[in-house]
Nanobody
């Protein structure tokens, strides 16, 4: 069992930065691939990016590539989402999620565990 808690959301102006954290509990956390998703009002949940259990492999949605960076510190049981050059269209609730799978990481149904989400609002 893995429990996830996101933090770090807030209100930021366009062009600004935020770093989200996802704290995990559970003995097997370090073996999980971790993903970040987001959901804007009236829209479906969409993939932001994912990171392998070792941190050696990352993947990103085209919409955030070059602006967002995912990292993890397994010693601290924490995954991070560094968001730079934020745009108003990045406004959403951001969720972290965990899975044992190594494929179809852009699909929300591939993930077994989810956090409660943290709100990110980017003003223009």
């Amino acid at each position: 069992q893995v429990q996830l808690v996101e933090s770090g959301g807030g209100l930021v102006q366009a062009g600004g930065s935020l770093r989200l954290s996802c704290a995990a509990s559970g003995r097997t956390y370090s073996s999980y691939t971790m993903g970040w998703f987001r959901q804007a009002p009236g829209k479906e949940r969409e993939f932001v990016g994912a990171i392998s259990w070792s941190g050696g492999t990352t993947s990103y949605a085209d919409s955030v590539k070059g602006r967002f960076t995912i990292s993890r510190d397994n010693a601290k049981n924490t995954v991070y989402l560094q968001m730079n050059s934020l745009k108003p269209e990045d406004t959403a609730v951001y969720y972290c999620a965990g899975t044992r799978l190594l494929f179809r990481l852009w699909v929300s149904g591939s993930y077994d565990y989810w956090g409660q989400g943290t709100q990110v609002t980017v003003s223009s």
